[in-house]
C-alpha cells in the first residue's frame, strides 16, 4: 500500500481551526486506500506551550501522527526580517492592485527582491519545525506523496521544495499578505499538483503567479456532522437561548471584535429576545466573557455539542473576508440555518450567489439590516433551507472529492 503524509502546523480532534479540519477529514478518509501520516508540530494552542502535545509518534482514527517540536530561528529577530522583507511584499501587492502582476509573474516567474528576509521572515516564526524538514529529506523516498496544507507556513514554504516532484499542495489561499511573499514562487509554480477548493481561489492564485503556476484542478472538501448531544442537556449546560445568532470558530480579536459591538448596535436599533452565541476555543488571551447579557461565550465545544448548537441557531453569521472554502458556511447550510457572510470573501460572497442559501453584507449597517431580515422574513428562510442542503450534496459531496483526490496522488 502507497504511503503518503499530509504537512499541517497542528494537527487533532480537539484542534479548532477550519484548515486542520479539513485536513483531518481528507486524511481519516484516505486511510482504506492508503498509509496515512501526518507531520505536524506539537502545538495544540497557538501561543501557549503548556497545551502542547507530546514530541513524537501516535495514532489517532487509523492516521499515524509524527509531532515535531518547533525550534525557531533567531526568534528574537522575526519583526526585523518581517520588516526588511516589507517593501519587495508591498511592491508585488501594488503590481496585484494594478491588475499586472499576472502579466508580470508569467514574464518573470522568479523573485529575488526580498526573499533572504521572507526566508529568516519564516524560519524565526514560532511554529518553525527545522527537525521535520530533515525528517523528509531522510525519507522522501519512503513515502509516494506529500500534501501539503496552507501556502503560508514554513512547512509548507520550505517543506514543499524538498521534493516537489511528488508534493501536493492544497493552498487554502485567500488575499493577504503573506501570498504576495517571492519565496511562494517555488511552492506555487513547482509542485506536481495544486488542489484548490473553489474557483475563487484558483483565480485568485492565477493572478499572482501567472502561467507559470502549476497544474491544478478544483477539488473542495466535504464535511463532517456529529451525532449531536441531548439538545436539552447542552442548552442548560452552556445557558443558550432559545433564539440566537452564531458565531461558530476561533475565538480571537481580529474575528470577534466587530461582531460584537455590531450585534448591541442591532439589539439597541431593532430588539427582540436574540442573543449572539460565540462558539469555540479561546486562542486569544486577551479574550474576555463580554459584559453585556446579549453575549454568550462558550468556550470550546465537542463535536457532538457543536452539532446541537448549530441545529439550533437561528442564523449563523461569519464575518471573516479571509476564506478559501468556509466549511462551517457549507455545514450550516446542510443544517438548513441561513447564513450571513462578509461580503468582502469573494469565495463565500459566490456561495451566496450559487447556492441562494445566505446572504452577504458590504458594510456594518448593511449587517444589521441583512441580519434582521433573516431573523424575520420567514418566506426568505424558507427558500434558503430548501436550497442549502441541495448545494452542499452537489458541490461537496464525499465520494467525488475524495475520488479527484485519489487520482491526483495515484498519478504521481
Keep these: 500500500m502507497k504511503r503518503i503524509a499530509f504537512i499541517i502546523i497542528r494537527y487533532g480532534k480537539d484542534v479548532n481551526g477550519g484548515a486542520e479540519a479539513h485536513c483531518r477529514m481528507l486524511a481519516e478518509r484516505l486511510t482504506p486506500y492508503y498509509e496515512v501520516e501526518v507531520l505536524t508540530t506539537t502545538i495544540r494552542i497557538f501561543n501557549d506551550p503548556t497545551q502542547d502535545f507530546k514530541e513524537g509518534a501516535s495514532t489517532e ?36 492592485r494594478l491588475g499586472i502582476l499576472r502579466l508580470f509573474s508569467s514574464l518573470h516567474p522568479h523573485w529575488s527582491l526580498g526573499v533572504e528576509a521572507e ?41 514543499a521544495a524538498i521534493a516537489p516532484e511528488k508534493s501536493i499542495l492544497i493552498p487554502l489561499a485567500h488575499p493577504e499578505n503573506p501570498l504576495y511573499y517571492g519565496i511562494n514562487v517555488p511552492m506555487f509554480t513547482r509542485v506536481r499538483h495544486i488542489a484548490f477548493n473553489t474557483s475563487a481561489e484558483e483565480q485568485l492564485c492565477r493572478r499572482i503567479f501567472g502561467r507559470s503556476m502549476a497544474p491544478c484542478s478544483l477539488v473542495g472538501c466535504g464535511i463532517e456532522e456529529a451525532e449531536p448531544a441531548d439538545w436539552e442537556e447542552v442548552k442548560k449546560r452552556y445557558m443558550l437561548p432559545e433564539r440566537y445568532v452564531l458565531y461558530l470558530g476561533r475565538v480571537t480579536g481580529p474575528k470577534i471584535n466587530r461582531i460584537i459591538p455590531e450585534f448591541l448596535k442591532y439589539k439597541q436599533q431593532y430588539g427582540g429576545d436574540v442573543k449572539l452565541v460565540l462558539v469555540g476555543g479561546i486562542d486569544d488571551k486577551t479574550i474576555r466573557h463580554p459584559a453585556s447579557n446579549e453575549v454568550i461565550l462558550t468556550g470550546f465545544v465537542s463535536e457532538a455539542e457543536k452539532s446541537a448548537i448549530i441545529r439550533h441557531a437561528s442564523v449563523m453569521v461569519n464575518p471573516s473576508h479571509l476564506e478559501s472554502l468556509s466549511l462551517l458556511m457549507l455545514e450550516a447550510m446542510q443544517n438548513r440555518i441561513p447564513v450571513l457572510v462578509n461580503g468582502k470573501s469573494k469565495v463565500m460572497k459566490d456561495h451566496c450567489k450559487i447556492s441562494g442559501a445566505a446572504l452577504w453584507y458590504n458594510n456594518w449597517r448593511d449587517f444589521r439590516k441583512k441580519l434582521h431580515r433573516l431573523l424575520f422574513d420567514s418566506e426568505l428562510r424558507q427558500s434558503m433551507t430548501e436550497k442549502g442542503p441541495r448545494y452542499v450534496q452537489d458541490h461537496y459531496e464525499w465520494k467525488i472529492i475524495i475520488g479527484k483526490l485519489r487520482e491526483i496522488i495515484d498519478s504521481i
Design 61 to 96: 482514527n487509523g492516521v499515524l501522527i509524527r509531532r515535531f517540536k518547533p525550534r525557531p530561528v533567531n526568534a528574537e529577530l522575526h519583526n526585523d526580517y518581517y520588516k526588511h522583507g516589507k517593501l519587495a511584499r508591498r511592491i508585488r501587492s501594488r503590481l496585484h
Design 119 to 159: 526566508r529568516r521572515t519564516i524560519e524565526s516564526q514560532p511554529s518553525h519545525t527545522p527537525e521535520m524538514f530533515d525528517f523528509i529529506r531522510r525519507h522522501r523516498d519512503l513515502y509516494h506523496a506529500f500534501i501539503f496544507m496552507n501556502f503560508y507556513s514554513s512547512q509548507t514554504i520550505l517543506g
